[in-house]
C-alpha cells in the first residue's frame, strides 16, 4: 500500500514510463537543456574578461549579467516549456476518458483532488528540470563568481525564477488538463493547446482596437506572463498591462481551466 499522502505519484511514475518509450520526448528533453549550458559558459566567460580587468575599463553593459539576462532565459526557456506541454499535454486525461477509466480510479481510495494532482505532477516535475532549476543554478553559479555582493543586491532575481516559472508550469498544467478533459483525440487537444495562445492573442488585439482600451490584453497568455515576469524582475514590460491586471487575469484563466477538469473528471457517467 502506497501512503495517503504520496499516492497521487503513483500517476506520474506510470506515466513517464509511457511517455519515455518514444525517443522523440527523450530527445526534446536533453535538448531543452543546450540553452542553460550556453548560459553557464556565458557567466563563466562574462565573469573572466580579464581584457577589460587588466585595462581598468568597466565591462560593458551589454555584457553584463542582470535581470535582462535572466529575462531572456525565462522567455527562452518557457517557449520550450510551452512546446514540451503541447506534446505530453494531451496525453495525460484523454485515454482515461477514451476508455472509460475513471470509474476505476475512484473505486479505490483515489480522490478526485489526488487524480487531478497527480496529472499535473506530471507536467510539473518535467517543466521543473528544464525551467525554475536551471535558473536556480545560473543564479548559483553568477553569485560564485561575482561574490555575495551581487547576489545580496540582486536576490530578486531569484525569487523572480521561483515564482515566475512555477506560475508558468501551473498555467500550463490546468491548460493542458483542461484541453485534455474536455477533447479526447490527442491530436486536436495537442493543437488547441498550441492555438489558444495566438487565439487569445488576436481577441486581445481585436478588443484594445474596437473599444481603445489595453483591458483586451488580459486575456493574451503570453502578454500576462511576460507581464509578471518583468514585474518581478524590474524590467519595462511595455504590454498596456498593470502587474496587478495581469495577476487577475492569470487568475481567471487558472480558475476557468480547474472548472472545466472539475465537470469532467467525475466518478460515474450518464449516458443518455
Given amino acids: 500500500m502506497t501512503p495517503a499522502r504520496t499516492r497521487f505519484l503513483v500517476l506520474p511514475r506510470f506515466s513517464y514510463e509511457r511517455i519515455f518509450k518514444g525517443r522523440f520526448l527523450t530527445g526534446f528533453l536533453v535538448a531543452c537543456l543546450f540553452f542553460p549550458l550556453g548560459c553557464i559558459a556565458y557567466i563563466?566567460?562574462?565573469?573572466n574578461l580579464t581584457v577589460f580587468?587588466?585595462?581598468?575599463?568597466?565591462?560593458?553593459?551589454?555584457l553584463q549579467i542582470d535581470s535582462k539576462f535572466f529575462l531572456v532565459f525565462m522567455n527562452f526557456q518557457g517557449a520550450l516549456a510551452y512546446i514540451l506541454t503541447a506534446l505530453i499535454g494531451p496525453n495525460l486525461i484523454a485515454p482515461d476518458l477514451a476508455n472509460n477509466a475513471l470509474p476505476t480510479y475512484f473505486s479505490r481510495p483515489f480522490?478526485?483532488?489526488?487524480?487531478?494532482?497527480?496529472?499535473?505532477?506530471?507536467?510539473?516535475?518535467?517543466?521543473?528540470?528544464?525551467?525554475w532549476i536551471p535558473g536556480v543554478l545560473l543564479f548559483g553559479l553568477q553569485v560564485s563568481q561575482a561574490g555575495m555582493d551581487w547576489g545580496s543586491h540582486n536576490w530578486f532575481i531569484l525569487r523572480a525564477i521561483l515564482l515566475g516559472h512555477i506560475t508558468w508550469i501551473l498555467l500550463l498544467?490546468?491548460?493542458?488538463?483542461?484541453?485534455?478533459?474536455?477533447?479526447?483525440?490527442?491530436?486536436?487537444?495537442?493543437?488547441?493547446i498550441l492555438g489558444i495562445f495566438g487565439i487569445g492573442a488576436g481577441l486581445a488585439q481585436i478588443i484594445n482596437v474596437i473599444?481603445?482600451?489595453?483591458?483586451?490584453?488580459?486575456?493574451d497568455i503570453s502578454r500576462i506572463m511576460y507581464t509578471i515576469w518583468s514585474s518581478q524582475l524590474g524590467v519595462e514590460a511595455n504590454t498596456g498591462l498593470e502587474p496587478f491586471e495581469a495577476w487577475v487575469g492569470y487568475i481567471a484563466v487558472c480558475i476557468i481551466c480547474l472548472l472545466m477538469v472539475e465537470r469532467k473528471i467525475r466518478p460515474k457517467e450518464i449516458v443518455r
Avoid at 53 to 62: D, E, I, K, V, Y
Avoid at 123 to 129: D, G, H, K, P, R
Fill in 44 to 47: 563563466y566567460l562574462i565573469n
Fill in 53 to 62: 580587468q587588466s585595462m581598468g575599463l568597466p565591462t560593458p553593459s551589454f
Fill in 111 to 131: 480522490s478526485r483532488t489526488e487524480y487531478v494532482v497527480g496529472k499535473v505532477s506530471v507536467l510539473f516535475i518535467l517543466l521543473s528540470i528544464i525551467t
Fill in 173 to 192: 498544467s490546468f491548460l493542458s488538463v483542461a484541453m485534455s478533459a474536455w477533447v479526447k483525440w490527442k491530436v486536436v487537444a495537442g493543437a488547441l
Fill in 211 to 219: 473599444l481603445r482600451t489595453d483591458y483586451g490584453s488580459m486575456i
